[in-house]
């Protein structure tokens, strides 16, 4: 079983910073990409940043130049955000495809809740 554990959430002044983090945990496999996705209330989830084992990086236009994902180590990504905004509040949430005994599966963190006031 995989578990990815999320932390840095929090309640935060628009055009501050807070970081991400999650760790995974378990029979994770070999991980095909790492990701980063957020979803506000009322609205469907969206992607926000992904990092693949070899560092390539993409984001949101919404959050391109304000975000940076990082991997911290093999089992550890990070998402740095800086410049937020209000419209930045969510839940966030990790998310991790790996590849296992020929399988490729999709696992999820629990979210974390970001808040940034006006």
């Known amino acids: 079983q995989v578990q990815l554990v999320e932390s840095g959430g929090g309640l935060v002044q628009a055009g501050g910073s807070l970081r991400l983090s999650c760790v995974a945990s378990?029979?994770?496999?070999?991980?095909?990409?790492m990701a980063w996705y957020r979803q506000a209330p009322g609205k469907q989830r969206e992607l926000v940043a992904t990092?693949?084992?070899?560092?390539?990086r993409n984001y949101a236009s919404s959050v391109k130049g304000r975000f940076t994902i990082s991997r911290d180590n093999a089992i550890t990504v990070s998402l740095q955000m800086d410049s937020l905004i209000p419209e930045d509040t969510a839940v966030y949430y990790c998310?991790?495809?790996?590849?296992?005994?020929?399988?490729?599966?999709?696992?999820w963190g629990q979210g974390t809740q970001v808040t940034v006031s006006s």
């Open positions: 378990g029979s994770i496999g070999r991980i095909t990409a």
């Open positions: 990092i693949t084992p070899g560092g390539t």
């Open positions: 998310n991790l495809n790996s590849i296992r005994q020929g399988v490729l599966s999709d696992y």
